[in-house]
């Protein structure tokens, strides 16, 4: 029987071009949170270089797919489209064009919007938010600081499309008696009539005004800078629909979102949180032990993953990570980082069949002993000595005899070691007459 020919536009035999396919469907299938994310910009370059370079591994592959030749005169763009339709995309022109959109955002437009600072305390604390003297308040732990001013502008930037100049920022002061560390920043947003009180300091809430609502007029930006965080709360009471106070929780970003866009639910005076419009999130995330498991059931795993799953420090050998670098690899989410993922099992394959590495993968137990696949135990002279009799291991009888018998290292706790198979060695014991005192004790 003749076997199935394979067809040249079967998108599924190609598990790199799969996985290419993948990363650039989630370009735009996503929202990118920046106050989830520890370096917003070093992350935006690493989305524009992990989509250049899946589009060039596409190209590659295009090329090897249809035998092309390598010409210096090519138009690069249009084998790009090309490479692009052959899994699905219509071109590439308008999504690098979001990607270098939300690069500009990043790099340039937020930094770019002029800050204004007040000497007065926007927010300023209640009667019971200052430090009392002796009373050992003012000495609590450093808190932690949320990137949410930050994530506000690139809502307000990216995905309601204002321009740096329609957001007018004023950035209050802070008191040295206040338990507060970090100022309130005052944002004004006149084409979505809103004004938003924003801390980066975790504890401190996010408040929005409606500048439609008539008493919001009548205080003015000014007027509501000044109200403390009850006072904010007691106007919101006395006029409903006016005020929406945002606490940080995993669903901030949208609330944020849907509050600049929607009239606040005056029932609750929280808006409902539905979901801002998609950005892009290029790549997986792994999981917490540093995994990734892909729709064809491949676990991807970082260096950090893969290491902890062979419990050794075989990372800082240099010979293992010119290893793993012949592996292919695709960029995951690790945490708040971009790192690189590599498919767990054929690392293993290698280490198996390396003859330094395959010891990382025999680990002996309490005992002392390795069981490999076959039910053979294995481990060192000192442990086999043990279990003989004390001493054993210092007979050289015994050691000229062990010396004959092939060995496989295995890892006994952190360190390598030669390990000789358990029940050959007695059998060896036992029909060596140098060695009569210890066949008793087999």
Not at 25 to 41: F, R, Y
Not at 300 to 309: A, D, K, P
């Amino acid at each position: 029987m003749s076997e199935k020919p394979v067809l040249k536009n079967e998108k599924n035999d190609n598990p790199q071009k799969a996985q290419a396919k993948k990363i650039l469907q989630q370009i735009l299938d996503t929202t990118i949170d920046i106050d989830s994310i520890e370096n917003p910009e070093k992350y935006i370059e690493g989305v524009f270089n992990a989509f250049i370079s899946q589009t060039e591994e596409l190209v590659k592959l295009y090329k090897e797919e249809h035998q092309l030749e390598i010409s210096p005169d090519e138009d690069i763009r249009n084998l790009e489209d090309k490479a692009l339709a052959d899994v699905g995309f219509t071109g590439v022109s308008k999504t690098l064009d979001r990607i270098l959109e939300i690069r500009e955002i990043v790099l340039s437009k937020i930094p770019n919007i002029v800050k204004h600072y007040s000497s007065d305390i926007i927010t300023p604390p209640d009667q019971d938010g200052g430090i009392i003297a002796g009373s050992g308040e003012g000495f609590e732990n450093k808190k932690e600081l949320i990137s949410r001013f930050k994530t506000l502008l690139f809502i307000l930037l990216a995905d309601c499309g204002l321009k740096e100049d329609q957001i007018k920022v004023t950035i209050g002061s802070v008191d040295k008696n206040m338990m507060r560390e970090e100022p309130y920043i005052m944002v004004e947003v006149s084409d979505l009539d809103r004004t938003v009180f924003v801390c980066d300091e975790e504890g401190n809430r996010t408040d929005i005004f409606d500048m439609k609502h008539k008493m919001c007029q009548v205080e003015g930006a000014q007027g509501l800078a000044l109200l403390t965080k009850q006072e904010r709360e007691e106007f919101g009471k006395m006029y409903p629909g006016s005020h929406a106070a945002i606490r940080f929780s995993p669903d901030w970003s949208d609330r944020i979102y849907n509050a600049l866009t929607n009239d606040f639910d005056i029932k609750d005076k929280k808006p409902k949180p539905e979901k801002r419009p998609k950005t892009f999130e290029v790549l997986p995330r792994a999981d917490k032990d540093g995994f990734y498991v892909d729709e064809n059931g491949v676990r991807w795993g970082s260096q950090h993953g893969i290491i902890n799953r062979i419990l050794t420090d075989i990372s800082r050998n240099m010979d293992f990570k010119e290893l793993i670098s012949k592996i292919p690899s695709i960029k995951i989410l690790l945490g708040r980082h971009l790192v690189d993922a590599y498919n767990f099992e054929e690392v293993i394959y290698l280490m198996k069949n390396h003859p330094e590495f395959s010891a990382y993968l025999r680990k002996a137990d309490k005992d002392g002993f390795y069981t490999d696949e076959n039910g053979v135990r294995w481990s060192g002279v000192y442990v086999i000595g043990r279990e003989i009799s004390a001493g054993l291991y210092k007979n050289k009888d015994f050691k000229e005899l062990i010396s004959k018998i092939s060995s496989i290292k295995i890892m006994s706790g952190s360190v390598t070691i030669d390990a000789y198979p358990f029940e050959q060695v007695k059998q060896e014991i036992l029909n060596s007459p140098e060695l009569s005192y210890y066949h008793d004790k087999i």
